[in-house]
């Protein structure tokens, strides 16, 4: 028995030595808020008295950036070096060869130099260019660059990932990576996106004056100066937070007024630094000599999400709640391609994935992203809590200790087996002695597969134990299903389709296999459009919806927080007939609505009954209270519950309102399936709870146009999901989009 103890001391040890380390809140050590105010000026589009006359009556410590300067007389030069730092813009300049961007550059500098008396201390590109960040320092002494934007994707044939919206020093082989040496060019980002919102609901929520309609305008300064506000505050070891706009994009928006209120705003606070570009260069080659380690603590005043950001020489790394959904390790990454070649884009045609100038950094996990002009999560996040400056580390001790475990644990096992035949054959000991044998072998296995688990629990490694579900596998065909069974078609998250163009022919393919799949019902789980009081997303969406409603074909509807103005607001759903309840509320499968927001819906097969009730994103209490009404007549019904959010793709919930909603779940017995959408940390996710399974799917890109097929087999009581999609004409035969679950229906 002693041996037993001293095994159990030394497990006890070993797991006490596992470092689980709780990320501390770093508010600004140096204590320093710093903000930049920059104004880009195109003169070819703005006359030079009318900015004169706006900027003199909004005086302040501004950079402008120069487009189109060369027709400045000596006057007007002057006036503009009086009353700001001047910088040159420079665009696209990977699209030309490095001897091209040469040429061009040092024509540029020379002019002017002739027109300003010196060369400029810095140089403004929305995609800063790595050869020409290492020429104009070696030549012409030039000291930071202004621009990056952070993660941008396809947006204006630029796609940029990896890179950071705070201060650092550019390594000399790609821009968007830090220089592991102390120094070198600093860049400085021109404008602060939200650091969470900006990934998850769409790219345009940053700090300008122009919001593209996703908040009314009257609410788009206080967010912008709330924004600055939130970064100033959760960044260490130093606050800093960038507001700049094009002057003359601004003032043909009519928006000038909202540029006046959060220039009003900035000047008179109290607690902050109103610093030029060059001034914020000095000040930070003064204070580091190398790049410094960065953590942002943020919640966005949009969404509410919160989110943790840890960047270093080495990586960058972002964690939603308990999940890292962001990692780009610097150490692995190769050189910018366009040090020593040009891009091949075409300007006169559509912007695309393949055709923009992409100098992206490679993403070690990519769960983070799918917003309007974001890119698409491509990977599934990974637990963790400890301190995130670890995470690198035990990421690799993960993947190695895994590959590990794949040797060790079956060696162990036949180890075990092997000594007790030995024992037991060799020393002819009796039966008591084997019994105590193998029981002292079962607590050594019970305490190394505790030992795995707590291994698991801390995030260090993910341990899925193959079989640990009995689920269908034997997939019924798609063909004759009305003999056994039906299908339902769900599909979600169609907001960037709606931006984009009418998806009639997503919705034609769906009407068209109704009659082969046995289809009573399509289940549409909200974020129809991006924007909620966007006329023309919402035209598409009717447009495209409408083609199931004039082939006859039944559809349950919910809104998304991209179909409303805040939870469980305004919206304009039903001024369109595919999203009015009134619509279809006389026909023989419609159960119940909450106004045009949330549906419910009912059919039968053979003697079984079933019920869709379709929940709107973070409902509230009134309709929580019609959900709850919906519920308690359910009796005899199978339910189905599509809510637009409730799980992750991970299984973990997002916000308290869904784990808050499962305990009402849980008071529901007969619920057989819970569908959702909306997160966009991953794409696919399935897990039985308390006897019901709970599905996240969600594609949320300009290939979203993929549709969830869930056939009930009832001669079996399984239910097979599978996944089309339509923009490849493809179905997915990975076991996240196809996999089969029991249920034990009622009658």
């Given at each position: 028995m002693k041996k037993y103890i001293v095994l159990v001391l030394f497990l006890v040890l070993a797991l006490s030595v596992i470092p689980?380390?709780?990320?501390?809140?770093?508010?600004?050590?140096?204590?320093?808020?710093?903000?930049?105010?920059?104004?880009y000026v195109n003169f070819a589009l703005v006359d030079f008295d009318d900015f004169y006359g706006w900027v003199s009556a909004f005086p302040s410590n501004y950079t402008f950036i120069l487009d189109n300067w060369g027709s400045l007389n000596a006057t007007q030069a002057g006036w503009l070096k009086s009353q700001a730092e001047?910088?040159?813009?420079?665009?696209?300049?990977?699209?030309?060869?490095p001897a091209v961007r040469v040429s061009y550059i040092d024509s540029l500098l020379t002019d002017w130099k002739r027109m300003f008396g010196s060369y400029p201390k810095g140089i403004f590109s929305f995609q800063p260019d790595t050869f020409l960040v290492n020429y104009t320092a070696q030549k012409y002494g030039v000291e930071y660059w202004h621009g990056t934007c952070f993660d941008q994707y396809i947006s204006d044939y630029m796609t940029q990932r990896g890179g950071w919206q705070l201060p650092y020093y550019a390594s000399e082989t790609h821009v968007l990576r830090p220089n592991t040496d102390d120094g070198g060019v600093a860049i400085l980002p021109h404008e602060t996106w939200d650091w969470v919102a900006s990934f998850t609901d769409n790219a345009q929520i940053l700090t300008h004056p122009l919001w593209g309609g996703i908040v009314p305008d009257a609410q788009v300064a206080s967010y912008v100066l709330e924004i600055i506000n939130r970064t100033l505050n959760g960044v260490s070891p130093f606050g800093y937070s960038t507001f700049m706009f094009e002057y003359d994009w601004v003032k043909a928006k009519n928006r000038l007024w909202i540029t006046e209120e959060i220039i009003g705003n900035?000047?008179?606070w109290d607690n902050i630094e109103l610093l030029k570009l060059g001034e914020v260069t000095d000040w930070f080659k003064a204070t580091y000599d190398s790049t410094p380690t960065y953590r942002v603590n943020f919640q966005s005043p949009y969404s509410n999400a919160t989110i943790d950001w840890y960047y270093s020489t080495d990586c960058r790394v972002a964690r939603v709640g308990n999940y890292v959904v962001s990692f780009v390790d610097y150490a692995v990454q190769g050189s910018d391609t366009f040090l020593t070649t040009n891009a091949t884009v075409d300007f006169e045609s559509e912007k695309s994935a393949?055709?923009?100038?992409?100098?992206?950094?490679?993403?070690?996990?990519?769960?983070?992203?799918?917003?309007?002009?974001?890119?698409p999560v491509t990977t599934s996040s990974k637990y963790y809590i400890g301190d995130l400056a670890n995470f690198k580390v035990q990421y690799y001790s993960d993947l190695e200790l895994q590959e590990a475990l794949r040797v060790v644990i079956p060696l162990f096992v036949f180890v075990i087996i092997l000594v007790a035949v030995l024992i037991a054959f060799r020393r002819k000991i009796k039966l008591r002695k084997l019994f105590n044998t193998v029981i002292g072998l079962t607590m050594t296995c019970v305490m190394l597969t505790g030992f795995l688990y707590a291994l698991d629990a801390t995030g260090i490694v993910d341990i899925n134990l193959v079989g640990e579900e009995n689920r269908p596998t034997e997939f019924t065909p798609l063909v004759n299903v009305a003999d056994y069974g039906f299908s339902l078609v769900w599909i979600t998250d169609t907001q960037v389709l709606s931006t984009l163009y009418d998806w009639s022919n997503f919705t034609s393919w769906i009407a068209g296999v109704v009659t082969d799949y046995n289809v009573p019902m399509v289940v549409h789980t909200g974020d129809?459009?991006?924007t909620w009081n966007n006329t023309a997303e919402w035209e598409y969406a009717n447009s495209s919806m409408g083609v199931l409603a004039d082939a006859g074909v039944p559809y349950t509807w919910c809104l998304g927080n991209h179909d409303?103005?805040?939870?469980?607001?305004?919206?304009i759903c039903g001024d369109y007939a595919s999203f009015n309840a009134g619509t279809f509320s006389g026909g023989n499968y419609w159960f119940s609505n909450y106004g045009n927001r949330d549906t419910a819906v009912n059919f039968t097969f053979g003697s079984y009954k079933f019920l869709i009730v379709n929940l709107e994103f973070r409902a509230n209490a009134s309709v929580l209270g019609w959900f709850t009404d919906v519920m308690d007549a359910s009796a005899g019904y199978n339910v189905i519950v599509a809510a637009h959010s409730y799980i992750n793709s991970t299984g973990?919930?997002?916000?308290?309102?869904?784990?808050?909603?499962?305990?009402?779940?849980?008071?529901?017995?007969?619920?057989?399936?819970?569908l959702c959408g909306h997160a966009i940390d991953g794409t696919a996710w399935n897990?039985?709870?308390?006897g019901r399974e709970e599905i996240f799917f969600n594609r949320q890109t300009e290939q979203s146009d993929v549709a969830r097929v869930l056939t009930f087999d009832m001669a079996k009581w399984a239910v097979f999901v599978r996944t089309y999609q339509f923009y490849d004409d493809s179905w997915c035969v990975d076991s996240a989009n196809r996999f089969g679950f029991w249920i034990d229906p009622v009658q």
């Open positions: 689980i380390n709780l990320q501390v809140v770093h508010g600004a050590e140096t204590g320093k808020r710093i903000v930049t105010m920059v104004i001047l910088i040159p813009a420079l665009s696209y300049m990977q699209a030309w060869t900035l000047t008179s393949t055709n923009c100038i992409d100098d992206s950094l490679n993403f070690t996990i990519n769960a983070l992203g799918g917003a309007t002009l974001k890119a129809i459009v991006s409303e103005n805040g939870d469980c607001g305004a919206t973990q919930f997002i916000y308290t309102w869904e784990s808050e909603f499962k305990t009402l779940l849980d008071g529901y017995s007969n619920i057989v399936a819970v897990q039985n709870v308390n």
